[in-house]
T-cell receptor, first 113, second 113 residues
Framework: GENVEQHPSTLSVQEGDSAVIKCTYS??????FPWYKQELGKRPQLIID?????GEKKDQRIAVTLNKTAKHFSLHITETQPEDSAVYFC????????????FGTGTRLKVLA | NAGVTQTPKFQVLKTGQSMTLQCAQD?????MYWYRQDPGMGLRLIYY???????DKGEVPNGYNVSRLNKREFSLRLESAAPSQTSVYFC????????????FGPGTRLTVT
């Protein structure tokens, strides 16, 4: 069945360094790839998303890249800050067939001051 | 706008008891979802409703039932609670099924003893 794998499960970086989280998906028909951030005890919230017709999207310190041939996409956070500490989830979905996201298992990011 | 609301916030049940988790959204969204979140497992879809009048199973539907009461409300019922259903439950909604941002409710922490 459809599957999204996410790595690493935990990531610690020094404040100011960059963080990269990677996801691979199995369904080649997937065409929408969102990233969600979940702070401790809070609800997940969308931070950035990308559709299959583009290869990269940036929003200030956050960027996402997509390689459809290899079926993987990555989240890049530059100049990390303590408030970036959270759990990050990737997901994949598609416009046809089933109407649901498949989420990765999450990455716990710790930014060390 | 309140966004997505859920009740209750916390619940403790004994094995075999039943309960209904309530979810409502005021964004006029067509699609609604129920997820459960367990440590290390990410967000797993229980049931979803792509549009008013339709419901479909997700990845982990066993032991649950849902009702899309109207466009605003989507409830999740546990008929006979089991300890394996101890989890945090999130409701979410989106404008169009799957390929848009999902807005999450604050979650319900359920413990089954």
């Amino acid at each position: 069945g459809e599957n999204v794998e996410q790595h690493p499960s935990t990531l610690s970086v020094q404040e100011g360094d960059s963080a990269v989280i990677k996801c691979t998906y199995s369904d080649s028909a997937s065409n929408y790839f969102p990233w969600y951030k979940q702070e401790l005890g809070k609800r997940p919230q969308l931070i950035i998303d990308i559709r299959s017709n583009v290869g990269e999207k940036k929003d200030q310190r956050i960027a996402v890249t997509l390689n459809k041939t290899a079926k993987h996409f990555s989240l890049h956070i530059t100049e990390t800050q303590p408030e970036d500490s959270a759990v990050y989830f990737c997901a994949a979905s598609k416009t046809s067939g089933t109407y649901k996201y498949i989420f990765g298992t999450g990455t716990r990011l710790k930014v060390l001051a | 706008n309140a966004g997505v609301t859920q009740t209750p916030k916390f619940q403790v049940l004994k094995t075999g008891q039943s309960m209904t988790l309530q979810c409502a959204q005021d964004m006029n969204h067509n699609s609604m979802y129920w997820y459960r979140q367990d440590p290390g497992m990410g967000l797993r879809l229980i049931y979803y409703s792509a549009s008013e009048g339709t419901t479909d199973k997700g990845e982990v539907p066993n032991g649950y039932n849902v009702s899309r009461l109207n466009k605003r409300e989507f409830s999740l019922r546990l008929e006979s609670a089991a300890p394996s259903q101890t989890s945090v439950y999130f409701c979410a909604s989106s404008e169009v099924a799957a390929v848009n941002e999902q807005y999450f409710g604050p979650g319900t922490r359920l413990t089954v003893t």
